[in-house]
């Protein structure tokens, strides 16, 4: 069946993937209850109906492979495919399939051998590939499936190395071969595969080699649609009872559903944080996998005897953008929720970021109609922002005819950029978007790691959680996916202040390492959703003494960053990194400090007595009040990818990679006591207002201490404090530590409270003037009128989330 555009354009209901599953036979029974069992047996043709369902979703049948809008996806699918079909032993001999995956027997090497093979079975079930239903090409499919179940992978094997490939990995790429080559399948291979995955994930509610385990996020999905695939594979009903059911952990009564909300480990929380590994922000990588997954299994079960019926599915639906949407700038995932993925050769930002496309849209095929409007918008303004990496060159053909169902539907508007401040709490991430730009703040503290690494990857992954700030902007999309993390200096990322010592490399042993400082605060508070403080007190790395507090105050045009009380007693230099910007292979970017030019030649540097303001083309301003001592160097930086990545099945490759940076940094000097900084980001702004700003300084910096860290904007009657302890700054007086924003419009007066460290059970913050009535406020907040005004916070047990009030003056 051809589909024009037109037909996927004009598809209702279930849009998109209705057009793409057309062919998957008659319509199906409606589902009874939740989690009951259906009323009647299923049929065989329920079955059946369901397995070219997932035919279609894993390769996208249906399209016209002469439709110029897929060639590329095709042709880039083909091209892998030859490369693998080319090295791939067929001979009766063999020792492995391929000659980097040996010893056969290994977990990463057979596992990575079934992704191989999914590729190629993909590409001969694919119109328009060079391999499309070539029973050469089958035929070796099926002899190198039984090859890997003869000599690897079957029930009589005991786990050894990595479990995921063992219980996640293999199976799931086995299962999709099997849903694509059924019908070449012999019976006998067929019930063997089967039989394997029975005994290495015969369900998703328990790790297999440690059943006390329950599986939780993005492993609990990944486990469930192969007990799916499983299930309309062997015709067994109950298979697929037990994979819907694990969504919403029927077995344990919803202690580890996808579909509620956390309150501490592994999943989405209702302030839009998503965890995994229990400590680990993880939105960009685990998340977008359970997403895609929970996408794909209620897209698969739709309208079917086995549809998931759980009213709770809601969750996953105001996740889209609750978690995601923030996270993603024009088609981009942010490096700060990407975990230890960021030190992926093949499995950058932009990839990640299209993964979680490709999901929405997949997630909108079935959502109610109120969400998919909304979210086809927002992805629409994504797609057609990013010119850096288009979607089409990332997408596979399924994502592909989803985005090209909206991006040539007229009624879809294209979204505008979000914007807004956010803290998610739970995760220990800081969020700010405006028009034109985007900062995310990447904290850590006792609850959240600040780095993961594990398995050959992150080696160089320090300092990622220790105030690291990544700032994008629409010109400059590829800044964090063009080389960025093998190439960059890992002891001077932007917005951290650090220890220069040397490190040993992470995360090189088997399985995942974290590393949780012992700082209670991390996180802030925000104010109308368009203003934020936040704050972190930096312990440094194992075994130094590195102490600092930080503050960032996010604003209209500006970011703040305020360092106090950074001390350290072991001999090293300490640094705080304003910048340190990937000028790309060539980049030659002009360079402003005080107005003066500075030198473009590589291996440049000055240090700067008292430097006011700088701006570097393409980027921003940086301004300095009252002046401070700045460190500048060009340099230009060649790395591999293997250097931060020897993972098994992820590992970078050895050929260099070069990139040319500006880095501006504060030295404290050499075991500093009681230093500080201030300097102010000012994303996007041209020279003049660079210059502008510095002279007129719209934002005064009030207090940068011990006890308190406050920035006042006369403009906008904003005034934002973080308190370290109890005490007094800019007229405000707070009981203990504590984010607080006031901003006074008029006769209104909105206030915002947070206790980032989690450490209080009530805050009393005291304004320097009467208010009148209370318009609004939380449950958790009381006033107390007189000639000033006293609110007190209830904030014990919020988890570092934001009170809120708005009074009348």
């Known amino acids: ?103 056969q027997d290994e977990a990463g090497n057979f596992g990575q051998s079934y992704t191989r093979l999914r590729t190629l079975a993909t590409t001969w079930a694919t119109e328009g590939t060079s391999m499309a239903g070539d029973r050469e090409v089958a035929d070796a499919l099926l002899a190198a499936l039984r090859f890997l179940h003869d000599t690897a992978y079957h029930p009589d094997r005991r786990e050894t190395g990595n479990w995921w490939f063992w219980e996640i990995g293999a199976p799931r790429a086995l299962m999709d071969c099997c849903v694509v080559l059924r019908d070449l399948l012999p019976a006998t291979d067929l019930a063997d595969y089967l039989a394997v995955v029975d005994r290495f994930c015969p369900d998703a509610d328990r790790r297999t080699n440690s059943p006390a385990l329950a599986e939780t996020g993005a492993n609990r999905t990944d486990k469930a649609v192969i007990v799916a695939l499983r299930g309309l594979l062997g015709r067994d009903a109950a298979k697929l009872v037990s994979a819907r059911d694990a969504l919403s952990d029927v077995r344990d009564g919803g202690r580890n559903s996808l579909f509620r909300y956390a309150t501490s480990g592994d999943g989405f929380y209702e302030d839009g944080s998503f965890v995994q590994h229990d400590v680990v922000a993880y939105t960009g990588s685990y998340g977008v996998v359970l997403l895609g997954g929970a996408a794909f299994l209620l897209a698969l079960l739709a309208d079917s005897p086995w549809a998931v019926a759980d009213p709770k599915v809601s969750v996953m639906y105001e996740a889209v953008e609750r978690t995601f949407a923030p996270v993603v700038f024009d088609g981009l995932m942010m490096d700060a929720v990407r975990g230890r993925a960021v030190s992926r050769e093949r499995a950058g930002d932009h990839r990640d970021g299209a993964t979680a496309v490709g ?66 709490a739970d995760m220990d991430r800081v969020v700010h978007r405006r028009p034109g730009w985007a900062c995310a703040l990447s904290l850590s503290s006792k609850r959240i790691s600040a780095y993961e690494a594990g398995n050959g990857e992150n080696l160089h992954g320090w300092y990622t959680g220790d105030g690291m700030t990544y700032l994008y902007t629409g010109d400059d999309l590829g800044q964090f ?171 970078g490759g050895a050929d260099p990679v070069t990139r040319r940076y500006l880095t501006l940094w504060i030295g404290h000097g050499v075991s500093p006591a009681d230093a500080g900084y201030t300097y102010v980001l000012l994303p996007g702004a041209t020279a003049a207002a660079t210059s502008a700003w510095s002279r007129s300084r719209p934002v005064r910096i009030v207090a940068n201490d011990a006890v308190a860290q406050a920035v006042e904007m006369p403009r906008t009657g904003l005034t934002a404090v973080n308190f370290w302890a109890a005490g007094t700054a800019a007229g405000i007086t707070s009981s203990g530590p504590a984010s607080v924003l006031v901003r006074r419009r008029g006769p209104r007066v909105s206030v915002a409270v947070s206790d980032p460290g989690r450490t209080s059970a009530a805050v009393s913050v005291e304004l320097p003037f009467r208010t009148g009535a209370v318009v609004e406020s939380d449950d958790t907040v009381a006033v107390t009128a007189g000639r000033r005004t006293v609110l007190t916070i209830a904030v014990g047990g919020s988890r570092g989330h934001t009170h809120r009030a708005e009074l009348v003056r």
């Open 1 to 103: 069946m051809n589909l024009s555009r037109r037909t996927l354009i004009a598809a209702g209901g279930a849009t998109a993937v209705a057009a793409l599953t057309a062919s998957a036979g008659p319509a199906l029974a409606r589902p009874a209850a939740a989690s009951a069992a259906p009323a009647a047996a299923p049929s065989d043709a329920d079955f059946e109906a369901l397995l070219r369902r997932a035919a279609t979703l894993l390769t996208g049948r249906g399209f016209d492979p002469r439709d110029p809008d897929f060639t590329g996806a095709v042709a880039a699918l083909d091209t892998t495919a030859k490369e693998l079909w080319n090295t791939l032993d067929r001979g009766a001999g063999r020792a492995a399939l391929w000659p980097d995956l040996v010893p």
């Open 359 to 424: 999901a929405i849209l997949l997630l909108a095929s079935g959502a109610p109609a109120a969400y998919a409007e909304r979210w086809r918008s927002l992805v629409k303004g994504w797609l057609t922002r990013n010119r850096t990496t288009p979607f089409a060159a990332l997408a596979t053909v399924p994502q592909l005819a989803l985005a090209k169902a909206v991006l040539n539907d007229r009624s879809v508007p294209a979204g505008a950029r979000t914007t807004g401040s956010a803290v998610f």
């Open 481 to 651: 996916n063009d080389g960025f993390w093998p190439t960059v200096d890992p002891y001077r990322l932007p917005g951290t202040t650090v220890d220069t010592r040397p490190r040993a490399d992470l995360g090189t042993g088997s399985g995942t390492s974290t590393y949780c400082p012992g700082n209670a605060v991390a996180g802030g508070a925000v104010l109308d959703g368009r203003y934020g403080a936040a704050a972190m007190e930096l312990f440094g790395a194992p075994g130094t003494t590195l102490r600092a507090r930080k503050s960032w105050f996010l604003l209209d045009d500006a970011v703040v960053a305020l360092g106090a009380g950074i001390t350290a007693d072991d001999g090293h230099e300490v640094e705080t990194v304003v910048e340190n910007r990937n000028l790309g292979a060539r980049g030659r970017h002009r360079l402003l400090v005080d107005g003066v030019p500075r030198p473009a030649e590589q291996g440049w540097s000055h240090s700067f007595a008292g430097a006011r303001w700088a701006h570097l083309d393409g980027v921003g301003g940086y301004v300095f009040p009252g002046g401070s001592p700045l460190r500048a160097l060009r340099e230009e930086r060649t790395g591999t990818w293997r250097s931060v990545n020897t993972g098994a099945d992820t590992g």
